[in-house]
């Protein structure tokens, strides 16, 4: 019970060091997407067969060392073979397995000179808990924190102390979710807990946060793919329009060409100089041609397309052009009545914004709303 009792203490004292457990949720973007080479395969004796030689056997080698390479020969040189399956790759292509094997990035920044690395190291990283634990629940990734990668994510993610853990998920883009980091060193009890904890707290959220963004792409897919429909059927409509009324004017100029000439009547000088008593007034047809005019312009103008969600579920699609404001969205809505919506503001999510009275005269396009966009209402009490 006594030992019992001391491991529950250092664990508790563990996690109410400042330098030990630092938690936050931010993302951070990242445009590293070189070719990768990821490690497959171990051999019966623990050794992936696809690691090039330690470095002890070749010094003059680590020059030649690619990237992806270099931080599992420094590791493996000190610390032996036996440690988590450490994916040989470029950091993009990690966190592209982790999304497609629905797991979180378990990501070590490697500081050789840190008089604190070699007992993290032999203690807690190379234990048998640790190792069964990481390989069975992350994709894990690691990197020298002095260059290369492990260098940008030692400044991205403002490393203070070694040795460095963290926990990130791959989320839209090029970005990354920062779930979890730990500075300092740490018991492998206390590691898997952390990383236990981070599991059953972040896991669901983030995958449900992770699965509304993706929905949302997929709309704006959908309504795209519909407006390539909708554009290429009117193309068609108009082009079996003209084929029509070509034929038509052909047949016309047939039929005018067969008909008989009659001789051209002479007008009396009384005709001539009839005035027709009905001239229209050139301000009335002035008018008239700008509404048309008006009309015209305003089917030219590019169409935007928005879904629009209602607090109960039902949905709504309508056209507008991009040059209309967000209030014609407001007067829309205001017009179908919908029962139950009294006062409420637009707004889109990932990333959420909201379109109230700043943005009434806004256009769609200056929005961002061109030429797709779904937008939820939100009702305000």
């Given at each position: 019970?006594?030992?019992?009792?001391?491991?529950?203490?250092?664990?508790e004292?563990?996690?109410?060091?400042?330098?030990?457990?630092?938690?936050?949720?931010?993302?951070?973007?990242?445009?590293?997407?070189?070719?990768?080479?990821?490690?497959?395969?171990?051999?019966?004796?623990?050794?992936?067969?696809?690691?090039?030689?330690?470095?002890?056997q070749?010094?003059?080698?680590?020059?030649?060392?690619?990237?992806?390479?270099?931080?599992?020969?420094?590791?493996?040189?000190?610390?032996?073979?036996?440690?988590?399956f450490?994916?040989?790759?470029?950091?993009?292509?990690?966190?592209?397995?982790?999304?497609?094997?629905?797991?979180?990035?378990?990501?070590?920044?490697?500081?050789?000179?840190?008089?604190?690395?070699?007992?993290?190291?032999?203690?807690t990283?190379?234990?048998?808990l640790?190792?069964?634990?990481?390989?069975?629940?992350?994709?894990?990734?690691?990197?020298?924190?002095?260059?290369?990668?492990?260098?940008?994510?030692?400044?991205?993610?403002?490393?203070?102390?070694?040795p460095?853990?963290?926990?990130?998920?791959p989320?839209?883009?090029?970005?990354?979710?920062?779930?979890?980091?730990?500075?300092?060193?740490?018991?492998?009890?206390?590691?898997?807990?952390?990383?236990?904890?981070?599991l059953?707290?972040?896991?669901?959220?983030?995958r449900?946060?992770?699965?509304?963004?993706?929905?949302?792409?997929?709309?704006?897919r959908?309504?795209?793919?519909?407006?390539?429909?909708?554009?290429?059927?009117?193309?068609?409509?108009?082009?079996?329009?003209?084929?029509?009324?070509?034929?038509?004017?052909?047949?016309?100029?047939?039929?005018?060409?067969?008909?008989?000439?009659?001789?051209?009547?002479?007008?009396?000088?009384?005709?001539?100089k009839?005035?027709?008593?009905e001239?229209p007034?050139?301000?009335?047809a002035?008018k008239?041609?700008?509404?048309?005019?008006?009309?015209?312009?305003?089917?030219?103008?590019?169409?935007?397309?928005?879904?629009?969600?209602?607090p109960?579920?039902?949905?709504?699609?309508?056209k507008?052009?991009?040059?209309?404001?967000?209030?014609?969205?407001?007067?829309?809505?205001?017009?179908?009545?919908?029962?139950g919506?009294g006062?409420?503001?637009?707004?889109?999510n990932?990333?959420?914004?909201?379109?109230?009275?700043?943005?009434?005269?806004?256009t769609?396009?200056?929005?961002?709303?061109h030429?797709?966009a779904?937008?939820?209402?939100?009702?305000?009490?």
């Amino acid at each position: 019970m006594a030992s019992g009792q001391t491991s529950h203490d250092l664990i508790e004292g563990l996690r109410t060091s400042c330098n030990n457990l630092v938690r936050r949720m931010m993302r951070l973007p990242f445009g590293i997407l070189d070719d990768i080479s990821r490690v497959i395969g171990r051999e019966a004796t623990g050794r992936n067969s696809s690691y090039p030689e330690p470095l002890h056997q070749h010094e003059d080698f680590e020059i030649n060392i690619p990237e992806e390479w270099y931080f599992l020969n420094v590791f493996e040189r000190q610390y032996g073979e036996s440690h988590p399956f450490f994916y040989a790759s470029r950091f993009m292509e990690a966190l592209k397995i982790a999304k497609n094997e629905s797991k979180f990035v378990f990501v070590y920044l490697h500081s050789p000179d840190h008089p604190l690395t070699p007992s993290f190291c032999h203690e807690t990283l190379c234990s048998e808990l640790v190792v069964q634990f990481l390989d069975a629940n992350f994709v894990s990734w690691g990197a020298v924190a002095s260059r290369g990668e492990g260098l940008e994510m030692a400044l991205a993610l403002r490393v203070s102390s070694f040795p460095f853990c963290a926990v990130v998920a791959p989320a839209t883009g090029k970005a990354i979710a920062v779930l979890q980091q730990v500075e300092g060193p740490v018991s492998p009890e206390a590691l898997v807990e952390i990383l236990q904890r981070t599991l059953e707290e972040q896991g669901s959220a983030f995958r449900l946060s992770i699965a509304a963004e993706e929905e949302v792409i997929r709309e704006n897919r959908r309504l795209r793919e519909e407006q390539d429909k909708a554009y290429l059927a009117a193309l068609q409509k108009d082009k079996e329009k003209e084929e029509v009324l070509s034929a038509t004017e052909r047949r016309r100029k047939a039929n005018d060409e067969n008909l008989p000439r009659k001789p051209a009547q002479k007008r009396t000088l009384e005709e001539m100089k009839e005035v027709p008593k009905e001239t229209p007034r050139p301000k009335e047809a002035s008018k008239e041609a700008q509404k048309k005019e008006n009309i015209t312009l305003r089917k030219m103008q590019p169409r935007t397309r928005l879904l629009i969600r209602f607090p109960n579920g039902t949905k709504k699609e309508q056209k507008f052009t991009s040059t209309d404001t967000i209030r014609s969205i407001y007067k829309y809505i205001d017009s179908l009545e919908i029962p139950g919506v009294g006062s409420y503001q637009l707004i889109s999510n990932f990333p959420r914004k909201v379109y109230g009275h700043e943005q009434l005269d806004m256009t769609l396009r200056e929005a961002g709303l061109h030429p797709n966009a779904a937008l939820f209402l939100e009702l305000i009490s």
